[in-house]
């Protein structure tokens, strides 16, 4: 059961939310208010699309409503116990229309994707969409369409509603396809003749025979040629063989002519040489030559007396340098020293910081003495106590006046003493400091002193240093002269070897020379006994010659002879293909006209098949929409006159006839409107029943058209009542408000105004 349709930007509505019931669902409403939109929105959910968009009088984005970026149907329905929720959305992007939609089967999503879904929705219902807009949806005005059609066109289209257009087209299809294959066999069959078979036949045998005659020919020329072959071996190791000879004995005379020049040219101006005469020189040679080396030897020997002389020489000059350095070094100290000393001597310095240090002491003592005062006379004055008059020292008679005086004489004792340490302190302050400066001075002055010894000490004596460099003058002056010798002697000794040399290397080419030319010899002795040694007959080698080159002129003749064969062979063998070629072809179009002939024959079974089961469909379908005719008629039209509703197949219609007196009558001659319209319901109703068994749904949009008040009350009743005893769940659509009814499973009223193109709007009755 369908149970639930929300439509969003769906052509008018906005946003409809409709609910449905088992039984008669009533849509009423004035024109273009939005009620076929509802029907085509049930049916894209189901199969994404209508009739409308199927005969392209709509396209995708014709949809959403004017304005609106998308529209949106959502349908809900129950079937074998299972709540189906059905989305789909058209959305429009730039120029491109999107198309979404999602199916969920109690509440989980089942499936996803336009084409999916509607392949999943035909395999849940056992319908599609060609079976859904045949039995269950007829159309707008399409109610009572059959009625009123002429003979020929209601046979096409009752035919088609049944299905049985197909076998038709079928029919129509072998039909063409017949005359096409007949037509192919006529013509293959004009490029065959039996003729030209027979002489094709002909000349490939000709053919073959021929190859025969020049295969064997090959096979002869073959046997010679190995033949020939054989004799050429034989021959050709024969000349071989003498060949070998001819060209040993040739290499032979080549190489002793060229040994015969090398013998001249090393006898040309050749002077034999004294073996003796050569040893001795030799031997002066070698003296002289160890001579040269023993005074080279002394004179490198000198060569690094004379080194090691001007080194000791550098050393010694060196020596002195630094020697004098440091004197003035010595120098420069003392006179530091002196003027440090300010023009004191050290003497002087010292006895200054003795006088200093034995002033201190005399100074400290006073030092002491006046401290000594002070304590004894501030014991005095202590012991000087009132009503004393006696000196507590030498006990005289002082009287109180006497004693008074004494204090004050002894407290200014006190005082002077004070005033002098004072002074004294004064005066050791600036003596210490005049001491330590005498220190300090005698300190500096002997670390210099001390210094000046330590370089004195180091310093070695100059006069010695000069004896020493004279005397390496000396030995340097003795080594150059002897050296300058040496070099004298040396040249003497080269100029002497010089030519001794040359008249030995001499000696040796000749000597070289008479050795090559013995070896020569002997070699020249070796080679005239190999070249007598070899045979050969000039005139034997001639004949032997001519018969090999006779032997392969024949070899070449017969390999070309065979060459020919073969290529004269394969010509005719490609004539041979060529014709056999034209003979599978003449014989191939043979065969296609006889394999086409026999499918001709098959497609006319074939097409008497189609007749047949489509006859006997047909015969089967109309009986069976007539069984179901007849249980509704008695409920869709409870009047006594009709008895019984069928459709009669003639030859050229199908019938519509109303049994009346028991006699079947045309129902187009007796029917009134509102009888009519219950006959077309109930065929209406048989057709769903027949085609679409398990569904019991029905769906029709404006059954009402063209029918009188009477027609419209009958039609109401029996939509109302009776429609719902056979079809679980009906959609109608009417403008009719004539129609509306208490019994109804839902009413829907539909209005909208169309002048502000308002959305459409909806309230349940
Ligand atoms: N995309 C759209 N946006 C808005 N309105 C639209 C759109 N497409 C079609 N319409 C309007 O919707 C109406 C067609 O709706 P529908 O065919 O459902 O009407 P109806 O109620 O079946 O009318 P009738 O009784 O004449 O058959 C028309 O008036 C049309 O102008
Ligand atoms: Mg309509």
């Known amino acids: 059961m ?32 939005g009620k076929t939109s509802v029907l085509d929105g049930i049916i894209f959910a189901l199969f994404g699309t209508f009739p409308q968009l199927e005969r392209r009088q709509m396209k995708l984005d014709d949809i959403p ?19 189906y929720v059905i989305e789909r959305k058209i959305e429009k992007k730039g120029s491109r229309v999107l198309s979404r939609a999602e199916l969920y089967k109690d509440g989980t999503l089942l499936e996803n994707g336009p084409t999916a879904i509607t392949k999943m929705v035909e395999e849940i219902l056992g319908v599609d969409y060609d079976l859904f807009t045949r039995a269950i949806y ?26 049985l257009d197909r076998f038709e087209k079928a029919r129509a299809t072998a039909v063409t396809l017949t005359n096409r294959i007949e037509s192919s066999a006529k013509l293959a069959l004009e490029q065959y003749s039996p003729e030209k078979e027979a002489e094709l036949q002909k000349s490939i045998a000709e053919i073959s025979k021929k190859e025969n005659e020049i295969e064997k020919g090959i096979r002869e020329n073959e046997k010679m040629l190995e033949t020939a072959r054989e004799q050429l071996k034989t021959l050709s190791q024969s000349f071989e063989t003498i060949e ?7 290499l032979l005379e080549r190489e002793i002519a060229t040994i015969n020049g090398k013998l001249a040219s090393l006898e040309e101006g050749l002077t034999v040489v004294d073996e003796r005469e050569y040893e001795e020189k030799k031997q002066a040679l070698e003296k002289t030559k160890s001579e040269l080396e023993r005074l080279r030897a002394a004179k490198r020997e000198a060569q690094k007396v004379e080194s090691d002389l001007k080194a000791k020489m550098l050393l010694v000059e060196n020596k002195i340098k630094d020697t004098q350095k440091k004197a003035a070094d010595i120098e420069k100290i003392e006179s530091i020293i002196k003027n440090l000393l300010g023009g004191k001597t050290e003497e002087q310095i010292r006895a200054e910081f003795e006088n200093g240090r034995k002033e201190l002491e005399t100074k400290n003592s006073e030092r002491m003495t006046n401290l000594q005062t002070i ?40 005082k002077a003493a004070e005033q002098r340490i004072a002074q004294i302190d004064r005066e050791l302050l600036e003596l210490k400091s005049r001491i330590a400066a005498s220190e300090e001075l005698l300190k500096k ?21 000069e004896t020493e460099k004279k005397e390496a003058e000396n030995l340097l002056k003795a080594a150059v002269e002897k050296t300058k010798k040496m070099e004298q002697e040396e040249k003497e000794l080269e100029r002497q070897i010089e030519p001794m040399i040359v008249k030995i290397k001499a000696m040796e080419e000749n000597i070289r020379k008479m050795k090559a030319i013995a070896e020569t010899k002997k070699r020249l002795a070796v080679l005239t006994e190999q070249h007598g040694r070899i045979s050969f007959d000039e005139s ?49 179009f043979k065969k296609k006209a006889e394999a086409m002939k026999m499918i001709v024959e098959e497609l006319k079974i074939y097409k008497n098949a189609l007749l047949e089961t489509q006859v006997g469909l047909r015969k089967e379908l109309i009986d069976a929409i007539n069984n179901a005719m007849n249980e509704i008629w008695g409920i869709f039209y409870p009047y006594g006159n009709y008895k019984a509703l069928r459709v009669n197949v003639t030859e050229k219609d199908y019938v519509f006839e109303f049994l009346e007196n028991d006699e079947w009558k045309p129902l187009e001659t007796i029917a009134s409107g509102g009888e009519r319209a219950c006959a077309a319901l109930t065929l209406r109703v048989a057709l769903a029943m027949v085609l679409t068994p398990n569904l019991s749904w029905l769906i029709m949009d404006e059954p009402t058209h063209n029918l009188d008040r009477q027609a419209i009350a009958l039609l109401s009743e029996t939509l109302q009542t009776r429609v719902p005893q056979v079809v679980k769940q009906t959609f109608v659509i009417t403008h009719e408000e004539g129609l509306i009814g208490a019994d109804f499973s839902r009413t829907y009223k539909f209005d909208r105004d169309k002048g502000s193109m308002s959305p459409t709007k909806v309230e349940i009755v």
């Not at 106590?385 to 002894?410: D, F, I």
């Not at 290529?567 to 003979?583: D, M």
């Open 2 to 33: 369908i149970r639930h349709i929300h439509l969003i930007n769906w052509r008018s509505h906005e946003n409809t939310k409709l609910e449905f019931g088992y039984g008669t669902n009533l849509l009423v409403g004035i024109m273009g208010s």
């Open 244 to 250: 070998k000879n001819k060209k040993q004995k040739e």
């Open 138 to 163: 007829s159309e707008q005005n399409n109610i009572d369409y059959f009625l009123s059609l002429e003979p020929k066109r209601r046979k096409e289209e009752f035919d088609r509603l049944l299905g």
């Open 65 to 83: 409503r004017y304005g609106a970026p998308y529209a949106k149907v959502v349908l809900s329905f129950s079937w074998n116990g299972s709540e």
């Open 445 to 465: 002055a002997e670390l210099g002193k001390q210094k000046v010894a330590y370089i004195k000490q180091q310093l070695p004596e100059v006069k010695v240093l």
């Open 375 to 414: 304590t004894k006379n501030r014991e005095l004055i202590k012991h000087l106590a009132a009503g004393m008059n006696r000196c507590p020292l030498c006990e005289t008679e002082l009287g109180l006046e006497g004693m008074e005086r004494v204090r004050k004489k002894k407290e200014e004792e006190i």
């Open 540 to 588: 034997e080698y001639l004949s032997l010659k001519k018969s090999l080159e006779e032997k392969r002129i024949e070899e070449q003749k017969l390999v070309a002879q065979i060459q020919y064969s073969k290529k004269e062979y394969e010509l005719i063998g490609q004539n041979k293909k060529a014709y056999e070629q034209e003979l599978a072809d003449l014989l191939h």
